[in-house]
């Protein structure tokens, strides 16, 4: 914010080193792709075999599900509002699959029940939301207590999936150059950050989250669909919860109650560490996808390391958050 | 008994008595207490002892939720402190001495104001939103929690320590007698002093209420401090009623129980006006709701969808547009009643 002296009228051109600074809208996203190119460097340097490209397309292939979920909590997260709901419509979506295929549907069906289940209970919440008032917080916890409940009510024992087309989605390599493979659920998964990239950007519906985010009085006396976006962020993030619960099963080929519990914490830390402001309106769906990455690649530093407990992830994951937390007040604070 | 009907108690006294009758309809003797060895049995006992973590969480929780922020840590701090509290005594060469149990009890609670006053910097001075940076220490502080007992189940064998949450005293088990003289203190300090309005006051415009003099950053650090020590309390009767540390299960979802007893009992989460007696109402409700659920029959796998569905119809009928149109219906009446007078 340097103020202009010269007897020229002020021009908003950025003059002097300024010019070679990135855009200040971009900063957060920037430290999260350094920290990401940071801590592949120092694995690299640490560990034997660290440094190929397998190990980074792992991060994709572990971690596919949960660039699905951070995807659908970028939107909520846009909006200033926030889905806690996530990880057990992830559980549920695994257990309403495994026990339709072992009753014998065929897979497309199945998939496409799942999609509709996740979706109905993204728009349940968000009518909650919207009508009667009720905090984000609240009516998604509830959706979570409730999901985690019918998934019991499904079955208390894990049901292990068998049918082909699964276990081939499962055990297809996609091959991608001498050493180098990508799994289907990794295509998914990127056709689904461009869907959201174009949604986001280039649409008034995009543009419409954004404003919500911002404020949703000025939103709504702009004459923006406020109601109808607000109910949409909500039905996305449970169609990217179920999206995500399906290729979940992919990997693991089974369907458990128990499954992703605090996965919700993992998506919003991912949406946080890739820098959207969490009372909304600004922020980047590819910033999610850095954030997920950063935190696949704290697994894979400690996998490697092999002394390592796997508590010192959590702590790790806590420490990011702080650090990613602590810099957008920072942000905000100069910017005001 | 208007005051309370028009009050906003009813609908969770309403639910609480509904499920107690619920209960005594589907096994008469719910009621009946027994002595035994000088010490009381009965479902009714059970429901308050299994109850009085959640009510000690849920009371440091209305406060915060008073001042319109959130404490999501309070499930780690419940798993840290009895971890520390369980590996100092399982680690001392007399883990069956009062002295070693006070030790670690005392070292447990001062970990829980450290943990408090961590969460109090973030959301009082440094400024970051209350749901987030308690978020913090929620994921951190299981990863602590395992730091601290190596990734073990601790498990203890220590007869004064046991005391806290499984022992009894006056023939009352001692975690009731402990979260109710909490909460006495609580309702006194609250209540009886000016503390309770300041805290309401900061909830309801801390901007405002800081330019009337009201200290609202060293009173919302004192609130995550309190809840941190009620949580560290729970945590410290969690594992002694197990006789073990899990740094894994326990406390998990306490803060989820917690937020929604405050919830249930009335206190909005937008801040300002709280009920302790809301918060006390709904914390039972959330274990009854449990009991019943065995009592009735129901297969314990669907209680997490039956607490939904209460939690989300209490919300429903909690939320300011189900007031606005009871109160409208109500005017509507009012206004027929008059109107068929007058013809």
Not at chain 2, 200 to 208: D, F, T, W, Y
Not at chain 2, 221 to 239: P, R
Request: glycine share 10%; proline share 3%; charged share 10%.
């Amino acid at each position: 914010m340097s103020v202009q002296v010269s007897g020229k009228a002020p021009t908003f051109a950025r003059t002097g080193v300024r010019r070679y600074l990135p855009n200040s809208r971009y900063v957060s996203v920037l430290v999260t792709l350094a920290l990401l190119i940071v801590m592949f460097a120092a694995g690299s340097a640490s560990y034997r075999g660290f440094f190929s490209g397998q190990v980074v397309l792992n991060l994709f292939i572990d971690n596919s599900f949960l660039i699905v979920l951070a995807v659908g909590s970028t939107f909520v997260i846009l909006t200033g509002g926030i889905d806690l709901s996530v990880g057990s419509v992830v559980g549920l979506s695994t257990m309403i699959a495994a026990s339709l295929l072992r009753a014998g549907w065929s897979p497309a069906p199945v998939i496409l029940v799942v999609l509709l289940a996740g979706s109905t209970l993204g728009l349940l919440v968000g009518l909650v939301i919207h009508y009667f008032d009720i905090q984000p917080f609240i009516a998604t916890l509830a959706a979570m207590f409730l999901a985690r409940g019918l998934c019991y009510v499904i079955s208390l024992k894990s049901i292990s999936i068998t049918d082909p087309f699964f276990t081939s989605m499962a055990q297809t390599q996609l091959p991608l150059g001498p050493d180098l493979h990508l799994t289907p659920s990794v295509i998914v998964a990127l056709i689904i950050v461009a869907a959201a990239f174009f949604v986001l950007h280039y649409t008034r519906t995009g543009r419409t989250v954004y404003a919500i985010g911002t404020g949703d009085q000025s939103a709504m006396l702009m004459g923006l669909p406020v109601t109808r976006t607000r109910i949409l962020v909500y039905v996305i993030s449970g169609f990217c919860a179920a999206l995500g619960g399906v290729l979940f099963t992919f990997y693991t080929l089974s369907g458990y109650s128990l499954t992703a519990v605090g996965m919700e914490l993992d998506a919003i830390a991912a949406v946080v560490i890739g820098g959207t402001i969490l009372t909304g309106g600004s922020g980047y769906v590819l910033g999610s996808v850095l954030g997920v990455l950063v935190l696949g690649i704290i697994q894979t530093i400690i996998s490697f390391d092999g002394t390592l407990s796997s508590w010192w992830t959590k702590i790790v994951i806590g420490g990011l958050l702080l650090l990613f937390v602590i810099l957008q007040r920072v942000f905000l604070a100069r910017k005001r | 008994m208007s005051a309370i009907l028009r009050g906003r108690l009813v609908w969770p006294i309403v639910t609480l008595v509904a499920l107690l009758v619920l209960n005594v309809i589907v096994e008469p003797s719910f009621f009946s207490i027994r002595l035994q060895d000088g010490h009381l049995f009965g479902s009714i006992i059970d429901i308050l002892r299994n109850g009085a973590p959640t009510v000690l969480v849920a009371l440091g929780m209305t406060l915060v939720i008073a001042t319109r922020g959130i404490d999501l840590s309070v499930g780690a701090i419940v798993a840290i402190c009895g971890a520390l509290a369980c590996s100092m005594i399982a680690a001392s060469p007399h883990p069956g001495s009062v002295s070693t149990v006070m030790l670690a009890v005392g070292a447990s609670l001062v970990l829980a104001i450290v943990l408090g006053l961590w969460n109090g910097l973030l959301v009082s001075v440094i400024g970051i939103q209350p749901i987030i940076a308690t978020l913090i220490l929620m994921t951190a502080g299981r990863g602590l929690a395992m730091l601290i007992t190596q990734g073990q189940i601790i498990t203890v064998t220590s007869a004064p320590y046991k005391v806290i949450g499984g022992g009894y005293w006056l023939s009352l088990p001692a975690s009731i007698l402990i979260a109710a003289v909490m909460f006495a203190i609580t309702a006194v300090l609250t209540r009886k002093t000016a503390l309770g309005v300041l805290i309401e006051s900061v909830g309801i415009n801390p901007q405002a209420s800081r330019l009337a003099g009201v200290r609202s950053r060293s009173i919302i650090w004192t609130v995550y401090v309190f809840s941190a020590v009620c949580a560290g309390v729970a945590g410290l009767m969690i594992s002694s009623n197990v006789t073990a540390a899990d740094a894994n299960n326990a406390g998990l979802w306490i803060e989820l129980d917690a937020i929604l007893a405050v919830v249930i009992g009335g206190t909005s989460l937008m801040g300002g006006r709280y009920s302790l007696m809301g918060t006390l109402i709904g914390a039972f409700i959330i274990q009854t709701l449990t009991t019943t659920v065995y009592t009735v029959g129901i297969p314990p796998e669907v209680t997490l969808v039956f607490k939904a569905i209460v939690v989300i119809a209490v919300c429903l009928l909690q939320s300011p547009a189900m007031q606005a149109r009871i109160r409208n219906m109500r005017r509507r009446r009012a206004l027929a009643v008059k109107e068929g007078v007058a013809a």
